[in-house]
């Protein structure tokens, strides 16, 4: 089934421990992206990567950081939890650069930093 | 930078009523794709329905379709025969046609009562 895997789904931390929420797709697709979802505020891109080795910001990656050493795997790491990172974290894929191709999301992570 | 904008915070239906969300955007792009997503509790992220901007004809998908105005860059939903499982976080979203980056408004909380 094609699908795309975050672990785990919930996640309760506390400020300043390091953690990582992973990211794994199977479609192939070369373009993966983390958001955060936040009430009011709706989905906003943390960071997004076109492609392996190839990362870029979104709008709020402040306190995120990102990897892709493979195609298929782009875990979001929090070095150092704060409390305002509290919200709940979506990623999601699509075919790089192909018109009209929806992104297809995990099922979400939900944050507590305490 | 675009912006997408959902004015109604929350919304309720009644069962087998029809009701409609609505979205407007902003940006100086000709080409671009719009799109609806639904979330229901169990926080997925479903897409609903898809619109592209070259195209004048309004997309529809069984009991959901749009309203497409692009002089006005207004985007909204039509839910038909509403049913208690369309109950649900409704998102819209914008993405240029060169560029993988999607843009989502801040959500419409809409409730279909029995």
């Known amino acids: 089934e094609a699908q795309v895997t975050q672990n785990p789904r919930y996640l309760i931390t506390v400020t300043g421990k390091k953690l990582t929420v992973t990211c794994s797709q199977n479609?192939?697709?070369?373009?993966m992206s983390w958001y955060r979802q936040d009430p009011g505020l709706g989905l906003r891109q943390i960071y997004y990567s076109m492609n392996v080795e190839v990362t870029d910001k979104g709008d709020v990656p402040e306190g995120y950081k990102v990897s892709r050493k493979e195609k298929r795997n782009f875990p979001l790491i929090l070095e150092s939890p704060s409390p305002n990172q509290t919200s709940l974290y979506f990623c999601?894929?699509?075919?790089?650069?192909?018109?009209?191709?929806?992104?297809?999301f995990g099922n979400g992570t939900r944050l507590t930093v305490t | 930078a675009q912006t997408v904008t959902q004015s109604q915070p929350e919304m309720s239906v009644q069962e087998a009523e029809t009701v409609t969300l609505s979205c407007t955007y902003d940006t100086s792009e000709n080409n671009y794709y719009l799109f609806w997503y639904k979330q229901p509790p169990s926080r997925q992220m479903i897409l609903v329905i898809r619109q592209e901007a070259y195209k004048q004809q309004n997309a529809t998908e069984n009991r959901f379709s749009v309203n497409f105005q692009k002089a006005a860059k207004s985007f909204s939903l039509k839910i038909s025969d509403s049913q208690l499982g369309d109950t649900a976080m409704y998102f819209c979203?914008?993405?240029?046609?060169?560029?993988?980056?999607?843009?989502f408004g801040a959500g419409t909380r809409l409730t279909v009562k029995p």
């Open positions: 979203a914008f993405m240029k046609h060169n560029n993988n980056d999607m843009r």
């Open positions: 479609m192939n697709h070369e373009y």
């Open positions: 999601a894929s699509t075919e790089g650069w192909a018109p009209n191709s929806p992104l297809h």
